[in-house]
């Protein structure tokens, strides 16, 4: 059965994120420092991280309420307020970061649009990727975007069965093996990974190079050609 | 046409959340009084929320972070760090109030289960209404779930074209005439309105009492008979 369905996660995949993440935390690192003797500030914060996903999720605004919790705990409570609407002050500036995709990429998805049914399954904070899909103006290649709070192989069956002919004509592209790959693999989909040069901690997972229907590429650009190899 | 799609908002209308902020609010008041002599903490704290709309848009992580910038602002940068945290807290805390459905809720899907396409058209934060659709045990009624950044007549007009017939053989149920009811009825659209008690001050708006297809019921207990009465 040829491929009829194009899946996208967009974060790392179709534009830059994680390097506005790490700006931000370097911001924050250099604002705390002054405060505290722990150095290991990254690892603080990770770990606040960590604790609050439940509470929290993905996005831009969790990451800030764990960056003011993680200040007060590292300083000991003794952090001025001041300093803590600077940190509220960066978490709204990363919004205001434009999503500008990556090179080849429009090239990518309008060679593509026509011939296979194009998605974006992209993770997170609802509001924050919306305004994205918008800024990219990439919106208009996509027959449906589902913004979803985990990305699990049920995940990806469900959407695959909604918007496409189900997994086994559906192949998935993205830069975290964990959410993008591994579950897409699992509901028996493609998996196309394309690795990007920062990855958050809590993404990081093993490369299946055994799996068949694993591939890895390293450009977008390299996609359509991989597309038509599986299809013949 | 007959009616064949009955949407449903959830928060305030499926089950109790306006409260929740209300009772949050109310912490935040008595925390921060003894450090500001500003006396309309309400007012301070609903002008920072609008202003934040379009950096935070809806939901339990926004008010917190808009909670935690009024507190700074009131008190000229001396609130201690230690009430910043207690304020993160009480946020995290709202998340843990379980979604109880309203009395009549259940009973209501129920009734109209089989006969109708039943949808939750909610606006808001992905990750906290998935939380509450899961603890109500609500969501096995409801043929889908939308959670949606903004409520507009297009917003409803795209859902009802996509998962009922069309607005026009379509009906919504809100507590908010502002986000629920004016677009509804905007889009082709019945509007039920089920007032609640607390209505948040960003969602109100005139009663459009001279629309044909606008009804108000005093409980959802009535919507059953309602819905014969229009579909006869």
Do not use: C
Request: proline fraction near 4%; charge should be negative; charged fraction near 25%.
């Amino acid at each position: 059965m040829p491929l009829s369905t194009i899946a996208f996660d967009a974060d790392d995949t179709l534009w830059e994120n994680e390097q506005i993440f790490h700006l931000t935390e370097q911001r924050f690192r250099e604002l705390i420092a002054s405060h505290t003797k722990i150095e290991d500030l990254g690892q603080s914060l990770l770990e606040t991280e960590r604790k609050n996903l439940r509470y929290y999720g993905y996005g831009i605004k969790g990451f800030t309420l764990s960056m003011i919790e993680t200040a007060i705990e590292v300083t000991g409570g003794t952090i001025p307020a001041r300093d803590i609407q600077e940190i509220i002050q960066a978490g709204r500036e990363m919004r205001d970061h434009p999503a500008s995709p990556f090179p080849h990429v429009e090239r990518v998805l309008k060679s593509l649009t026509g011939d296979y049914r194009l998605l974006v399954i992209t993770k997170g904070d609802l509001f924050d990727q919306e305004r994205k899909i918008a800024q990219s103006r990439l919106g208009g290649y996509f027959d449906d975007v589902e913004i979803v709070s985990e990305k699990t192989a049920a995940t990806y069956r469900r959407i695959f069965d909604q918007y496409g002919d189900g997994p086994g004509r559906s192949l998935m592209v993205g830069n975290s093996l964990k959410s993008d790959i591994l579950p897409a693999l699992e509901a028996g989909a493609y998996g196309v990974h394309i690795p990007h040069a920062l990855t958050w901690a809590m993404e990081q997972a093993e490369e299946p190079l055994d799996h068949e229907k694993f591939h890895q590429l390293q450009s977008i650009q390299d996609l359509p050609d991989l597309i038509v190899a599986l299809s013949s």
